[in-house]
């Protein structure tokens, strides 16, 4: 049940990014992508008019010729003609952890966005280099939360509690390398979505407060999973001037367990009460599951939520002629309908928008930098910056040393 202070749970606006596609997310020639002119743009040109089937041709080409130097990994979220060279698949904790156990290969090839690709760096041996195909593969979410403003909201909460030794910083993977060198440095630690609350066990063990960034949603759902009622969390409003509290009344501050920064994913925010309640009207006996990326509303009307790897998991486990509406990327979901055709498995947003930034890892981007590794060239190597790397590491460590 709702309470009062559930509802009265401090909301901001969301603006909706613009959909990266206008063709589905079936895999068309690079020119006919619409958005094509934002992604990066020093792709040779004889790769913009090659059609799905070769590059496919191409690619698994390349794969042979490469052999075991190259290991290519696949998010959850990426098209089916991406995931289908992946040695390895998953969610960002699975990748990060295949990452940093693959010493053999020579070069690691991320089919993901630019934070998991920098992760990879940071976890990889000495002789390895990390290649993202497309180096606009960002985050918008990952954006939210930027060096300068997290320093600016840290030393203001320095200045407002006399410190910060009881506030323990957790990052989630998706920021960037210098977020995560940021709470290597001062006793923090990264999480995903498959063992946020794990880290936030290990955090209250160490600290009275956890500073979460940058994904609100993700930090509340998990608290509040936990037992941490709502009252006990705060937004920071990154936005509001310095000095200003993030927005947050000193009252809310002192009482406060954790302090959530107002970040969010743009694909996670399309998914609503309404259109649970919609399903449930279509499908009696549909179980709903959702990623807590989802609003805590969404998730609360949700019969389950967890990371990508549960999403998979919750969907191979149910039993045959099941119903399962789901709240997460459209490219996972469309693939778990695919090997799962005993059970009717769909997409709770009936409209087709794939994650904008997964999606800019286009085939012709992965035939590019695999036949450009053949011809001995490595483009779009991913470097993490020196002054970022060990601190970030040990923040990564933390997390992986977590059974």
Request: charged content about 20%.
């Amino acid at each position: 049940m709702t309470t009062t202070a559930e509802l009265a749970l401090p909301m901001f606006p969301v603006a909706q990014l613009q959909c990266e596609t206008d063709t589905g997310i079936e895999t068309v020639p690079l020119a006919e992508e619409s958005a094509f002119g934002s992604w990066q743009p020093s792709i040779p040109e004889r790769y913009w008019t090659m059609d799905a089937s070769e590059l496919r041709r191409r690619i698994h080409e390349a794969r042979a010729t490469l052999g075991s130097k190259v290991v290519v990994l696949g998010h959850h979220y990426q098209r089916e003609d991406i995931i289908e060279f992946a040695d390895e698949r998953g969610d960002s904790f699975a990748l990060a952890q295949y990452a940093a156990e693959r010493g053999e290969s020579q070069y690691i090839v991320f089919c993901g966005v630019h934070f998991m690709a920098e992760a990879a760096d940071i976890l990889r041996a000495d002789h390895q280099q990390v290649i993202l195909p497309n180096m606009e593969a960002g985050c918008s979410m990952a954006d939210m939360a930027a060096e300068p403003d997290v320093w600016s909201a840290w030393r203001e909460l320095g200045d407002f509690f006399g410190g910060t030794d009881d506030i323990i910083p957790v990052t989630y993977m998706n920021s960037a390398a210098s977020l995560k060198a940021f709470c290597g440095a001062n006793n923090g630690i990264v999480c995903t979505s498959s063992n946020a609350q794990k880290v936030l066990e290990w955090a209250f063990e160490r600290g009275k407060r956890v500073f979460f960034f940058p994904d609100q949603h993700l930090g509340r759902n998990t608290a509040h999973g936990m037992g941490i009622p709502l009252e006990e969390m705060v937004l920071w409003n990154w936005r509001a001037p310095a000095g200003n509290l993030g927005s947050s009344s000193p009252e809310a501050l002192e009482r406060s367990r954790v302090i959530l920064w107002q970040g969010h994913c743009s694909v996670h925010q399309r998914f609503t009460v309404q259109q649970i309640e919609q399903a449930r009207a279509q499908y009696p006996g549909v179980k709903i599951v959702v990623h807590p990326e989802c609003r805590y509303d969404t998730v609360q009307a949700a019969d389950a939520n967890g990371s990508t790897a549960y999403i998979v998991k919750y969907v191979e486990q149910a039993p045959p002629g099941s119903i399962i509406g789901v709240g997460t990327e459209i490219n996972l979901v469309s693939r778990l309908a695919h090997e799962h055709p005993d059970k009717t498995v769909f997409c709770l947003d009936p409209v087709v928008c794939p994650c904008s930034t997964m999606y800019r890892v286009h085939p012709a981007y992965l035939a590019w930098v695999m036949e450009s590794l053949v011809d001995g060239v490595v483009v779009n190597k991913v470097t993490v910056p020196e002054q970022h790397r060990s601190d970030a590491k040990l923040a990564l460590e933390r997390m992986l040393a977590l059974k």
